[in-house]
């Protein structure tokens, strides 16, 4: 999967993009010798609001692919029904070699909580370009010291948490709070991280599940407190993290990763999907990825194409189930 054949191949195609565009329709087409190239802009759908760690990672790898390839990576804001109003757009543009959008655990989780027209399958997986987990994050003032008091006070009364979509990692993450304690949580519905973040901050919810780099100035601030990491294991790579324990380290056996990373519209062309898997490749390989792995607290875990296909089947088996599906 990773070759420098196959990355030099892609950006020589970029290179060369004005000449194979003679011989390419206005979405972009293959040449003679079997390379895609991109006809115009291309556009990378974001299936939620700005402010959030998917419109983060969407325009990270909208950058990315630009600087890969020298095509011009529009970004679109296309939000609402937790990301069903983003995906539905990407299922109209059937066939697109060049209309792509940032994917994430939604893509899996969305099919098996509302009732729409797409499930996993009815795209093209491109790449997986890093995974981060969540912490569960209070108010400075929060009397919460650890998520065992969360748990403990969802027994004995109510616990206001925030919820980003249906079927939403911080709504999985809850789930699974749920299912291993017996409590349950009330819930406050919100478009994006970004929103929750405000509706945290602004007193109307009292605990919310957050990407790291969606809250880390806030924890730096002593704006919000982390009471866990929803995680295998601690933060321990990114020093200002390191000391969160675990949920499974406080009594509650709880750990659910989210991948990000970008799919094609149904039906792309194998050219199409290889330009662009080669391209998010060779952006892997920069500066410019490090910094945004790093400055988003994620895990650099990559895969491309068929790998990709292979790990999203076993992904969506494993959220089926951790949500009773």
Known sequence: MKTSTRIAAALSAAALGVGLTACAADQGGTSADGSFAPSGDASMIVPFSAGGGSDASGRAIAAGLEAA?????????????????????????????????????????IPLSQDVDFTATSFTPVAKIGEDATLLVVPASSPFQTCSDVTT??????????????????????????TETGVTFD???????????????GGQVQVASLNPG??????ESGDLRAL???????????????????ATE?????????????????????EARTYWADAAEAW???PEYEEYISSNYMQPVTAYGEELDAYLAEYDAQLATAIGR
């Open 69 to 109: 390839t020298g095509t011009n990576v529009v970004v679109e804001n296309r939000e609402g029904g937790s990301g069903a109003v983003g995906y539905s757009y990407l299922l109209s543009q059937e066939g697109d070699d060049q209309t792509l959008l940032a994917a994430e655990t939604s893509l899996s989780s």
């Open 153 to 178: 006070a969802a027994g004995a009364g109510s616990v206001v948490v925030a919820v980003s979509g249906a079927v939403s990692l911080d709504e999985v993450v809850f789930r699974l709070i749920e």
């Open 187 to 201: 819930r406050v519905p919100y478009e994006s991280g970004g929103e929750v973040l405000t509706g945290l901050l």
């Open 214 to 219: 969606e809250v880390v100035g806030q924890l």
């Open 228 to 246: 866990c990491a929803v995680a295998e294991e601690r933060y321990t790579d990114y020093p200002e993290l390191a000391d969160i324990p675990t």
């Open 250 to 270: 406080q009594g509650i056996d709880v750990a659910f990763t989210q991948w990000r990373g970008f799919i094609g519209a149904g039906g792309m062309s194998p």
């Open 284 to 286: 892997t390989q920069t």
